[in-house]
């Protein structure tokens, strides 16, 4: 069984770039595309209790 951290990382790997993509797409800032991704992130650990 993966640890919180084993699975947040996978997490990461697996859905940053297209999130990234993704946001930058809809705002049209590489800022704030950026931005968002790693608060995405900081929540998922949140949520994760990390």
Do not use: W
């Not at 993966?2 to 297209?18: D, W």
């Not at 930058?24 to 950026?34: F, I, M, P, T």
């Amino acid at each position: 069984m993966q640890s919180k951290r084993q699975q947040l990382g996978n997490l990461y790997k697996r859905y940053a770039r297209s999130l990234y993509f993704y946001l930058l797409k809809l705002c049209g800032s590489k800022q704030l595309a950026e931005d968002l991704t790693q608060e995405t992130f900081v929540r998922v650990t949140i949520h994760l209790h990390l």
